[in-house]
């Protein structure tokens, strides 16, 4: 057997949550427009910082008490969001909600930190992605979680509370609570006291 071969069969990857269908827009084409042009707007440094949350709301998404979101932060399909009390999205984050996205209460997103839902399947010929062939998973951030500068989040991830995404790490499986995890693909490193919690 192919060296490569044998490697495919030893490390096939995990299952993984089922794809969902995309957000349904009461009016089509017309709601997708106003949300491009809304979600361009909402990016600029002349936007000012309090009307961001609001904004969101507008277009369907849920978002809790004290959320702060800084400039040049992307958010596709709103209506998809879900944003716990006393989030905080940093300067130059990406946020792809083609599948639903929540993030719990006390999330922290560093700068430039990526959220991404979707994919596609690698298909069995040389051209490894078709058009249309898109898998779309959801995203949990669970409370009290900190994605630092350029972490990314990998489709079909849960990112249970209390855990750490150190700068530049990419998490492509689920993890368990309070844990430091870093690297790409992030592995779990330390496991994070918790007995200084704020109630």
Known sequence: MHPRAMMHDTFSPAPRAASVEPVHRR????????????????????FPGRLRPPLLRLFGAKVGRKVRIAQKV?????????LGDGVVINIG???DCSAPVSIGERARLGYQSMIITGSHNTENSVYRRKEGDHVRRPVTIERGCWIQSRGMIGPGVTMAEGCTLLACGVLLKSTVPNGEYAGLPATRK??????????
């Not at 992307?74 to 969001?81: A, E, M, S, T």
């Not at 330390?190 to 109630?199: A, K, N, Q, S, Y």
């Open 93 to 95: 984050s990406f946020i």
């Open 74 to 82: 992307f958010i596709g399909q709103p209506g998809n969001l879900t």
């Open 27 to 46: 009016l089509g084409r017309l709601q997708m427009v106003a949300e491009k042009v809304a979600m361009a707007g909402m990016q600029s440094l002349l």
């Open 190 to 199: 330390r496991d994070l006291p918790t007995g200084d919690d704020i109630p």
